[in-house]
């Protein structure tokens, strides 16, 4: 077993993806939450989500190492059994749009009452994603607070931030691109970083470790999701630029840009806009952090009001092909933020629906491999939900593709015109051969117009 004991403070994707991965490597872990429920399920081996890989990396925990994954309900006896404290709790939005710190809050405090007993140094580490001030002033002051020691005294204090996408999260667990470590001072840093040499061995030959200080750590996070929010609030302009002539199409324009080799391809597809629970969340939160703080950012504005834009816009495009929509039956294909997840989280059909609603569409009906059981829970009764993609798109008369998952790229034109009651089609993710679909039915695409 790892000399280092760990205690992973928070359970959701970034919390259990860790401990999972941390334990299935020989590192003992205390993983905490007040829920019970999901602290007997992972006790008994199971995930309490879905993320891929994650249940066979626990399935291989419990097989090999079952003593080294523990998850608690006390989050003091966590802290106070193990070397290592990271906080990965939630960050959420508030009304006005700003972080929520409860509970990062609330976890400090549990820490500080842990620290109040404990003589030997520990290391607090942040990778919850927080506003730039957080991990020096709320989290180290509470635990000075409350437990009277001092940060690079007493108590070791790091922010590495997170950049786990859903769906990939055991991945991008295992195989960082780099990995940021903000320090308060050099002994907790380097605690960290010969943690992390254990943990990830051979493959930092390929993965820079960047050491910096606590401020600076926050605010790297902030700048990855607002740098690939940009990049598609910038691909979906230049969508609405290709629009105003005939024959462009963005797909086209956006692989020729990306292949700069200044730049790259990736975050550059045009659609119906981006989802899910962190790009609104962190733009939203620094954005308001930074007006707090005197200046109003210009360019994140546009970015979440581009994004939000093209929900309209793919409704506006829908009408262009079919008229008022009102009195017509609508088909939204996809619910979920993106393929491969159940989450709903400021998905984009969310607005979509919104949208069809305020224009008096009152026949609304989704489908979604996965996320139909989410998505009631998020809209209820605004839409109907289908069961399969022939009831979905059964009598309807216009179609709106709003999800690129796989089964929704094998459907052709004869599909649609068999079972829809009229065949519009308004592809929102640029999934489909945009001539064989424009030259068989009514069809439009984001990012392309033909006038022929
Ligand atoms: C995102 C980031 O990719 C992660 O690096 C980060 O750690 C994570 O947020 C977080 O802060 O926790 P995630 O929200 O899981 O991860 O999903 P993404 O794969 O980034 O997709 C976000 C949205 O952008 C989806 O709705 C997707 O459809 C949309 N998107 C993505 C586009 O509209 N166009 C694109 O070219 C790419």
Redesign the pocket.
């Known amino acids: 077993m790892y000399k280092y004991k760990v205690s992973i403070l928070g359970t959701g ?2 919390g259990l993806c860790s401990a999972a991965c941390f334990s299935n490597k020989g590192i003992k872990v205390l993983a905490s939450t007040h829920n019970e429920k999901k602290a007997k399920l992972i006790n008994d081996g199971k995930a309490p989500f879905f993320e891929a890989n994650l249940q066979e990396i626990m399935d291989d925990v419990k097989k090999n190492n079952s003593d080294l994954l523990q998850c608690l309900t006390d989050p003091v006896k966590a802290v106070l059994e193990t070397d290592i404290s990271m906080i990965t709790q939630g960050t959420p939005m508030r009304d006005d749009k700003s972080i929520d710190l409860g509970f990062i809050e609330s976890t400090a405090r549990e820490i500080g009452e842990a620290l109040k007993t404990k003589d030997k140094y520990h290391l607090i580490v942040v990778r919850s ?1 927080v506003v730039p001030g957080t991990t020096r002033n709320l989290v180290g002051k509470i635990i000075t607070e409350i437990s009277g020691k001092e940060p690079g005294k007493d108590f070791g204090l790091c922010m590495q931030p ?7 999260s055991i991945e ?1 667990t295992l195989h960082p691109d780099r990995i940021v470590i903000g320090g308060v001072d050099k002994r907790s840093g380097d605690m960290l970083q010969e943690f992390y040499e254990y943990f990830y061995g051979d493959h930092l030959q390929n993965c820079p470790i960047l050491r910096m200080n606590l401020e600076s750590a926050e605010l790297v ?1 902030y700048g ?2 607002c740098l ?2 940009t ?2 609030s910038y ?2 302009e230049f969508a609405n630029f290709a629009e105003l002539v005939p024959n462009v199409d963005i797909a086209q324009v956006m692989a020729g840009v990306g292949l700069d080799y200044r730049l790259n391809s ?14 609104h ?2 733009v939203n939160a620094i954005k308001a952090w930074s007006k707090s703080k005197g200046y109003t950012s210009r360019l994140l504005e546009a970015v979440l009001g581009i994004n939000d834009d093209q929900a309209i816009h793919i409704v506006d495009m829908a009408e262009e092909l079919v008229g008022k929509l009102a009195g017509k039956k609508v088909t939204l294909l996809g619910l979920a ?3 491969g ?1 159940d ?1 709903m989280r ?3 059909s969310i607005r979509v629906v919104d949208e069809l609603l305020k224009r008096g569409v009152t026949d609304i009906i989704g489908y979604d491999p996965k996320a139909n059981e989410t998505a009631e829970v998020e809209m209820g009764d605004k839409l109907k939900y289908a069961k399969s993609i022939t009831e979905a798109l059964n009598d309807s008369e216009c179609t709106l593709l709003i ?2 998952w796989d089964e929704f790229k094998k459907l052709t034109p004869d599909d649609f015109k068999k079972q829809m009651k009229t065949p519009n089609l308004v592809d929102g ?1 640029r999934i489909y051969d945009y001539e064989k679909f424009n030259n068989a039915l009514p069809f439009k695409a984001i990012g392309r117009v033909n006038l022929d």
């Open positions: 994707f970034i994603t997170e950049f786990l996408a859903e769906g990939r991008d996070k990855n999701n690939l929010s990049k598609i691909a979906n990736r975050f550059l597809n045009a659609g119906v806009g981006f989802g899910g629970s962190c790009f969340k962190d933020f993106k393929p997840t989450d400021e998905a984009a999800t690129e993710r």
